[in-house]
């Protein structure tokens, strides 16, 4: 008996289709899987085929779950409450890989007698509830540790942001609701270091989160996760008795009026979150904080770069951006003392070999209204300048005045905020131009 399970179980464990169809399962059949980021299909197919060849082991043996294996369910349990995956949707997962298991082993039923298929359902369902008691017991636990150690928790919170460890926005605004905070929807996401950061020989130089944290507070950000203000949490101011008696004892009857209709709760103020990577502080704001950003670097000799064109499901991206966008941009990229903005990190993630969106919304990032048609007569001059090297130039292809084309370079460098005469943006804009006038049929499509 205990040969044919063993033969079973070999032949499950050498077919790869098993973890496939339990991970396929998983997804189709519980929502917050399926909106899972696909980073993270890596560590289920592990919990995966770890948990399958516990369960598969102890059939074969007439075995239990053991104090091991309870140890490394308590520990998933653990990381699913500090990323915030709902415990429900965790305890329905494991359900539906039970039961894709039962499928995978009936289908090998003639090897089988009806004491190995009783033997297996009695061992699931043992396992099953189990699972269900310590999973739940180290997730309540984590929880409450993670509740209350509140600034660690908003640090981790951000953590899983950046590392795209959330399962979905729902789950994101439960955990949010969970620590008492409100993050916002419109956000820019400050990557940051500083501008002449030494390393250890041998190694980087961490950023302390008292420093990220100091940045933060800069930033107008100090107060994080507060809500109401201090009006509404001020005293109501109330007349003496003496006043009040003498009211009374003056007051004409009035008209009924209907009672005044109480002002409407002022929206939580949203939550700016603080965490470092390596030798950065990595920082979450509201979106309306970004124009504080240069100076504040510049005040702590810092540089960065801001991205806040992506969804709050989309830290991630933000974040591989920003990242790569320090690690690539040339020196002269920061001058003068400027922080790099979401067009600058697709620019250069496109030059690395690594967009995150198409070319041709890259050259709408960088150009802005400038791609419209009735902004053609500024790509011209734009197209003009950056072919000719100067504005006199530009003006004789043009058969302009000199001032005119100057007018409409200072017109591109307001709507793009980037000045063609600086080096790194009139790249920028180059490369912009490129691809916005090669969709359009070529360099000559824009005069």
């Known amino acids: 008996m205990t040969n044919k399970r063993e033969r079973v179980r070999q032949e499950l464990l050498a077919d790869p289709h098993l973890v496939e169809a339990v991970v396929d399962a998983v997804h189709e059949q519980v929502p917050a899987y399926t909106a899972l980021d696909g980073s993270r299909f890596p560590e289920v197919r592990a919990i995966a085929a770890w ?183 001020a005293p109501v101011s109330r007349p003496s008795a003496s006043r009040t008696s003498a009211s009374r004892a003056s007051a004409l009857p009035a008209p009924t009026s209907p009672a005044p209709v109480p002002p409407a709760p002022a929206p939580p103020a949203p939550t700016s979150l603080a965490t470092t990577h390596g030798s950065r502080a990595v920082l979450l704001l509201p979106a309306a904080r970004a124009d504080a950003v240069p100076d504040v670097l510049r005040g702590h000799a810092w540089r960065g770069c801001v991205i806040s064109g992506e969804s709050l499901d989309r830290v991630a991206v933000a974040h591989r951006l920003a990242a790569g966008a320090l690690d690539a941009a040339p020196p002269h990229a920061h001058r003068p003392e400027r922080v790099l903005t979401d067009a600058d990190a697709h620019v250069l993630a496109l030059l690395a070999g690594h967009p995150v969106v198409s070319p041709d919304q890259i050259g709408r990032i960088v150009l802005g209204p400038l791609v419209d048609a009735g902004q053609s007569h500024l790509l011209e001059a734009l197209t003009a300048y950056i072919d000719t090297g100067s504005a006199n130039a530009a003006a004789r292809e043009l058969h302009l005045h000199p001032q005119s084309v100057r007018y409409r370079l200072r017109r591109v460098r307001d709507i793009t905020s980037r000045d063609p005469q600086d080096p790194w943006q009139r790249l920028t804009l180059d490369i912009a131009r490129t691809i916005v006038l090669g969709g359009r049929g070529g360099p000559g499509a824009a005069r």
């Open 51 to 233: 948990a399958t060849d516990r369960l598969l082991d102890h059939w074969v043996t007439d075995g239990a779950i053991g104090p091991g294996d309870l140890r490394r369910f308590r520990g998933i349990a653990a990381a699913r409450a500090a990323d915030g995956r709902p415990l429900q949707a965790v305890l329905r997962a494991y359900r539906v890989a039970a039961a894709v298991l039962a499928d995978e082993v009936a289908a090998r039923a003639p090897q089988l007698s009806a004491q190995d298929a009783f033997a297996l359902t009695q061992l699931l369902l043992t396992a099953m509830d189990t699972i269900s008691e310590e999973m739940t017991t180290a997730y309540a636990a984590t929880s409450e540790r993670l509740t209350g150690d509140r600034e660690r928790s908003l640090q981790l919170l951000l953590d899983d942001l950046i590392a795209g460890r959330h399962a979905s926005l729902g789950a994101l605004g439960a955990r949010a609701s969970r620590l008492g905070v409100h993050l916002p929807e419109r956000y820019c996401l400050l990557v940051a270091e500083p501008a002449e950061a030494k390393a250890p020989e041998g190694g980087t130089s961490d950023i302390s989160l008292t420093a990220a944290n100091a940045l933060l507070a800069a930033l107008g950000g100090g107060a994080r996760g507060t809500s109401g203000t201090a009006a509404s949490r």
